[in-house]
């Protein structure tokens, strides 16, 4: 079983710091997975270039709308030469300023693009439970799939009953399942507004709801012959990680 953390590339030597403190102290994460974000100047490939070394894994992030299908995707020469043979390939929101080029690609197109330009690189596609009903999802999943995707990383999900109708939709295939932990009143309606996340009854924004929950989720993944990964957003790291795996095998 593999699972990943997810690490924003606010700078390297934050990033570093972070790298050496997950591979010190949590030998069960044995993957890291790095966004590119459009407000940070680190992009995703240098930050998973930093975490070559300290992790057995690293997959960047690739957002589709920063990619011309017209061009050959030069990128993933600079990835093998330097040890990345995974890469998660993503929509991309369009900047709002619009300053920053775009193209009309989608991750679907990329997907076809990478596979076919370099077929040594495995490709990961994304699932987002909240995007859509549930068949347009899995619909989206399977052109994705016929494109050359090898697995998903899910976006995080709150609610176990949500996910056992994933994994019954997407048996046989490879999958990351994503937790996040929602600390604040704010953050939950930032989800449920913006991301249409759906959460049980009994959720909690509180550290104990949060760590329970990944513990719970962290299970249902082994059991069901998954993989798992963190995003940590907004909490502090080691306290979030030590709650999550004191007591777990």
């Known amino acids: 079983m593999r699972i990943s953390i997810e690490l924003i590339p606010r700078d390297l030597p934050r990033l570093r710091q972070e790298l050496d403190m997950v591979a010190a102290n949590y030998q069960q ?4 997975n790095i966004p590119d974000l459009m407000r940070l100047p680190i992009r995703s490939w240098e930050g998973a ?6 992790m057995p894994n690293a997959v960047p992030h690739i957002r589709a709308i920063d990619f011309d ?3 050959p995707f030069a990128l993933g020469e600079e990835l093998i030469r330097k040890g990345i043979r995974e890469v998660l390939v993503v929509a ?15 991750s679907t ?13 495995k490709v990961y596609a994304a699932i987002d439970p909240y995007r859509a009903g549930l068949r347009e999802e899995l619909e989206y999943a399977q052109r994705k799939l016929e494109a050359g995707a090898a697995g998903f990383f899910t976006q995080p999900f709150f609610d176990l009953r949500h996910m056992e109708i994933f994994a019954e939709q997407l048996e046989g295939i490879e999958l990351y399942w994503g937790v996040s932990p929602v600390m604040t009143d704010g953050s939950q ?6 991301n249409r996340a759906v959460f049980p009854k009994d959720f909690r924004p509180t550290l104990e709801w949060n760590v329970e929950f990944a513990r719970r989720a962290l299970q249902f993944a082994k059991e069901s012959g998954g993989h798992f990964y963190f995003m940590p957003i907004r909490v502090d790291l ?3 990680l030590d709650g999550v795996f004191d007591g777990m095998e």
């Open 92 to 106: 991309g929101d369009p900047p709002a300023d619009m300053k920053r080029k775009v193209f009309p690609t989608t």
């Open 49 to 54: 270039l930093e975490a070559v070394g300290s």
């Open 189 to 194: 309606g930032y989800w449920e507004t913006k």
């Open 69 to 71: 299908l017209r061009q």
């Open 238 to 240: 080691e306290t979030y």
């Open 29 to 32: 994460i044995n993957m890291v």
């Open 109 to 121: 197109e990329l997907i076809r693009k990478l596979r076919q330009e370099y077929p040594d690189i």
